[in-house]
């Protein structure tokens, strides 16, 4: 008499919801959208689909890590999941809310200066592998974030009338990123954070993504292929096997001339600023002057 095995059919793999291995953290209006869509033609990457804001909005907090894993993209084991809320950059409160945090996962920020003039735009992404230990008390304890709407003559209000920069513009006032860096670098060492010079990305994407692979861990996927230059936009559009798109008209808007003297005043502002930016992060970006 023969017995016969019985055979358990394959186990197919699931696909899940987990929580993001890739957080963009930042700046708005630096291409935070370009990066993640770029990144998203990597057959390894999924993206939650909106902005979550987990780590910036309390009210989002509250709803726990489970809320905020169900807002993730289904996706299957090996597969990097990103997210990007580009406010956490700047809000004080994200590293509060990180160290409850005990899981491996990457970070990411990418930023920019005097993004309304299309001055130097800059892109930041950090990875971890380890939560390393978080600071007992939030960077600033009792510090409010301040809502303002984006200006629309961003000129006008970055100046002061006495002629100064006027710090407290946030278009401004994001743009100091060695403020903002300097309580990441508490928080997550250098190595885990991968900086990114969105103007580059701008001009020619491939190379930036071939770090930015690299660093998540990710076989060479994203090539030349996967773009092509729209003349009337002036942007690279995406494409793969089932993608082929620009992006929307809100994203690579045509800018309203600068007067070149205030773009003068902005960049000899922006020079000591930037100076501590790439001494932070040991490398200079070369952001024009
Ligand atoms: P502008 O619309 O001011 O030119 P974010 O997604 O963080 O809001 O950034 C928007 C910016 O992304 C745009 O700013 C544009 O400069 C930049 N960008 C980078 N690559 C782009 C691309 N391929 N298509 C459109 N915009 C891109």
Not at 91 to 114: H, N, Q
Not at 179 to 196: D, G
């Amino acid at each position: 008499m023969a017995l016969r095995k019985r055979i358990r059919p394959a186990k197919q793999p699931r696909p899940a919801r987990r929580l993001p291995q890739a957080l963009i953290i930042g700046v708005r209006k630096c291409g935070t959208r370009a990066l993640l869509e770029m990144l998203y033609l990597h057959p390894m990457v999924q993206k939650a689909s909106g902005e979550v804001h987990f780590f910036d909005r309390d009210e989002n907090y509250a709803l726990g890590l489970e809320w905020y894993r169900s807002k993730m993209p289904l996706s299957f084991k090996g597969q990097i999941t990103i997210e990007k809320s580009p406010s956490y950059f700047v809000t004080p409160e994200v590293f509060y809310y990180l160290r409850y945090l005990d899981i491996d996962r990457t970070y990411g920020f990418y930023s920019s200066s005097a993004s309304q003039l299309r001055a130097p735009s800059r892109t930041i992404c950090s990875r971890s592998r380890a939560l390393p230990s978080a600071p007992a008390q939030p960077a600033l304890p009792g510090h409010q974030c301040q809502t303002v709407p984006v200006p629309k003559p961003f000129v006008y209000l970055a100046i002061s009338p006495d002629g100064s920069i006027d710090v407290a513009y946030r278009p401004i006032a994001i743009s100091l990123y060695h403020a903002y860096l300097h309580r990441w670098l508490e928080v997550f060492p250098r190595e885990q954070i991968l900086v990114v010079n969105g103007d580059l990305l701008i001009e020619d994407p491939v190379p930036q993504l071939r770090r930015i692979e690299k660093f998540l861990g990710l076989e060479h996927k994203i090539g030349r292929k996967n773009f092509y230059f729209n003349e009337t936009k002036g942007f690279y559009c995406l494409r793969n096997d089932t993608t082929d798109k620009c992006l929307r008209e809100t994203k690579g808007r045509k800018h309203p001339r600068v007067d070149p003297a205030v773009v003068t005043k902005l960049r000899k502002f922006f020079i000591q600023h930037n100076q501590r930016f790439y001494d932070l992060v040991g490398e200079d970006l070369g952001w024009p002057e």
